[in-house]
């Protein structure tokens, strides 16, 4: 859906580059908004501009509108898009048409009373391109106090800038990144970097760092404050953002903003915040990944160990049938720690299935004894999978794999001939994937002696598919099939799993 600023814009007359100047305009002046206490609009012609000054039948359409957060607003209604006749804004129409700021007085709606109005031209690459217009009711105004000289003060210079066409500042930092705002702070510096004022609540983050002395008059490193931000958007003439770190590890956050005239620094304006709570708590959500990735490396070396034991305690048995068992039972459990290897790596609670299966094919290979070397190849794939669905996955697939291998192509008793033997086709084991939105689906097909005539899943008593059956209908709340079709060229056993991708668990 196109929204209502996409379609303002569209109305409006403006090449790209004017257009994108509004626009930079607008991502930066609730910096200005706060310090004139008052809504701003940002008003654009609706058609090219007419050649007589009068200007009486331009059209104009609003491009932008915002509040102040030190003050209430004169407009509950969002006024973007809206069209107006030039008529109705005079002030506006003589600050597009002369290019000086036109301040004085205009009735907006009937029953309002009477507003103040101060338009400011917006200039882009010498030309104006539209009016950012202050909005305020003289009636309902702040108390005024030093604080709020010193911020009209302020309003007052960055006006001329925008006038100028050096504010918005061009390669401004990123949006979106968290900068402090006028409530956060405010000190303001003459254009030798000196304090001139301070705002409480930037008289209140410096006394957390530990800086109680006086500050009017001196640098911020007169004070005790670590950082070159003022001089360096002094030499930059573009805003500077610094962290400092000062005394018990309070953090604050400067941004100093350069106030240029005539291409020289006449001071600078530094917002400042104090952000300790902030960056306490991404430190926090840090470790937490951090303490996440560490519990499953360790439970990855647990299992290690346990592997080994069994492995040693699998060589002092003389009895093949309990040997076998030890070797079983390792098996499985590396397979478990091929899973916290992987989400050892990252937080998320989503593991990437498809570098688990590889790591499962390799220790099927590694582990299976058998007289044939069985080809296994993976088709498709499952992408991510929910964590806690991934350990009983990977053991279900593990051992179907291990089965296939074993199973499928078993030793050639004497003088028979066996399925995958020299002549037929060679032996294989192919892993299938597949996924829609609410189904995982798994097969292993092999192409061997196919199962037992006998055979039914839900009465094999053996540990393998004992286990495998326990996981897919109970952790999995899957289904399993397993057959065998003798009527194919290639025999052997097809094992189906069908899991759906959301259980509620
Ligand atoms: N892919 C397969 N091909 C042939 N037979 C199989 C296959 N998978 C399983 N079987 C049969 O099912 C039986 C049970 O398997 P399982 O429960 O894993 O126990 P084990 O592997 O310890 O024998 C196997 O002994 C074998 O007879
Ligand atoms: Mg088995």
Redesign the pocket.
């Known amino acids: 859906m196109t929204s209502p600023l996409e379609l303002a814009y569209r109305g409006a007359h403006l090449d790209p580059a004017s257009r994108s100047h509004l626009e930079e305009l607008t991502a930066s002046w609730s910096l200005l908004a706060d310090l004139c206490f008052s809504d701003l609009l940002l008003y654009a012609p609706l058609e090219r501009l007419a050649a007589e000054p009068s200007g009486r039948e331009q059209r104009l359409i609003v491009v932008g509108q915002v509040r102040p957060t030190t003050s209430q607003t004169l407009f509950e209604i969002d006024l973007v898009g809206e069209v107006i006749a030039g008529a109705e804004l005079p002030l506006v129409v003589e600050a597009l048409h002369t290019g000086a700021i036109a301040v004085g007085e205009q009735r907006y709606e009937p029953g309002e009373g009477h507003l103040r109005l101060e338009c400011i031209p917006v200039r882009c690459s010498g030309k104006v391109v539209g009016v950012m217009t202050r909005v305020w009711n003289p009636s309902v105004g702040r108390r005024r106090g030093t604080l709020e000289r010193v911020y009209l003060d302020l309003f007052e210079r960055f006006s001329v800038m925008v006038a100028d066409g050096i504010f918005p500042f061009t390669d401004d930092e990123l949006p979106g990144e968290h900068l402090p705002r006028v409530g956060d702070g405010v000190i303001v510096t003459d254009e030798r970097g000196r304090v001139t004022f301070s705002s409480p609540n930037a008289v209140s983050a410096l006394h957390r760092v530990g800086i109680r002395s006086a500050t009017i008059g001196s640098t911020l490193q007169g004070v005790g404050l670590d950082t070159t931000v003022v001089e360096d958007s002094f030499a930059s003439r573009l805003p500077v953002v610094e962290e400092i770190e000062g005394r018990s590890e309070v953090v604050l956050l400067l941004r100093s903003i350069p106030l240029v005239n005539r291409d020289e620094p006449t001071g600078a304006l530094v917002l400042l915040q104090d952000v300790t709570d902030l960056r306490h708590r991404d430190r926090l959500l840090l470790s937490k990944d951090a303490t996440i990735r560490e519990v499953h490396h360790r439970v990855k070396n647990n299992l290690q160990t346990i592997s080994s034991l069994l492995r040693l305690q699998a060589r002092r048995i003389e009895a093949p049938a309990g040997r076998t068992a030890l070797a ?1 039972a390792e098996r499985r459990i590396r397979s478990i720690a091929v899973v916290h290897e992987i989400l050892s790596r990252d937080a998320s609670d989503q593991v990437p299935f498809d570098e688990i299966v590889q790591a499962l094919v390799r220790m099927a290979r590694e582990t299976s004894v058998g007289p044939y070397d069985v080809t296994v190849s993976v088709e498709g794939e499952l992408g991510e999978i929910p964590a806690e669905s991934a350990t009983p996955m990977s053991v279900v697939i593990a ?2 794999l ?3 291998i ?3 192509f078993p030793e050639p008793a004497e003088g028979v001939a066996q399925a995958g033997a020299s002549g037929v086709a060679p032996p294989r084991v192919e892993l299938v994937f597949g996924h829609d939105a609410k189904h995982y689906e798994v097969v292993v097909r ?1 192409n ?5 005539s006998s ?1 039914d899943i839900d009465e ?1 008593r ?5 286990i ?1 059956r326990d996981l897919v209908r109970t952790q999995l709340s899957g289904t399993i099939t ?1 057959e ?1 079709d003798p009527r194919t060229a290639d025999g ?2 097809t ?1 189906r799993l069908e899991i759906p991708a959301h259980r509620s668990v």
């Not at 061997?448 to 037992?452: E, H, Y």
């Not at 053996?462 to 004992?466: C, D, M, N, Y």
């Open positions: 079983e051992e179907l291990q089965n296939a074993e199973h499928g092999d061997g002696v196919g199962l037992p055979f094999t053996s540990l393998g598919l004992s495998v397993m065998s052997g056993t094992v």
